[in-house]
């Protein structure tokens, strides 16, 4: 597969380039220290996978993935970043980026990158369900329960699930054939039950599951 790899610390893009490249099924093709470097990149070189930080001076990885994957639907953008912040992996996998990962653990990231040139999105080195972020695609209740969810009533979960989706409050009544002070108060029991704290922790919970 081939490669480019975009952060804004020098030492990492070196690091990256030189354990990567160290694989005999990755070629690290371009590297770059911002977003635009990424968009500039990713149209000269059209790799398999565009690995970005997130959190750059100036443009930012969100930034550029999302012009990236405008220009071409199809690109496989992954997020390479120190923390795993709840916001930001919503915002990566609403935007249609195929995988997060964590730069402290590197060991992950050859495997991981291969199970996105397989087809599948990975969250933090790990496999996930390919979740349609639109709100369409399997119908909610049809997965397999994640053990975090064992405590929930069936429609409880239909709703974490519409919520891990993507969906608001009017979305999800919609969808559920259910009030919207319905779906408030299924929210407020999850949070409750689960001891989280908003709906991006209950969409995590979910995608971690």
Partial sequence: MRLIVVDDDRLVVDSLKIILGAQPQIEVVGTGADGNDAVALYAEHAPDIALLDIQMPGRDGLSAAREILE???SARVVFLTTFSDDEYIVSALKLGARGYLIKTDVAVIPPALAQVMDGKR?????????IN???????????????????????????????????????????????????????????????????????????RG
């Fill in 71 to 73: 220009r071409d639907p």
């Fill in 133 to 207: 972020f639109d709100g369409t695609g399997v119908d909610a209740g049809t997965t397999r329960r994640p053990a975090a969810f064992a405590s929930l009533t069936d429609r409880e979960f239909e709703v974490a699930e519409l919520i891990a989706r993507g969906l608001d409050n009017k979305e999800i009544a919609a969808t559920a054939y259910m009030g919207e002070g319905t779906v408030r108060n299924h929210i407020s029991s999850i949070l409750a039950k689960m001891g989280l704290r908003n709906r991006t922790q209950i969409a995590i919970a979910y995608l």
């Fill in 122 to 130: 990975v969250l933090e080195g790990k496999a996930i369900e390919d």
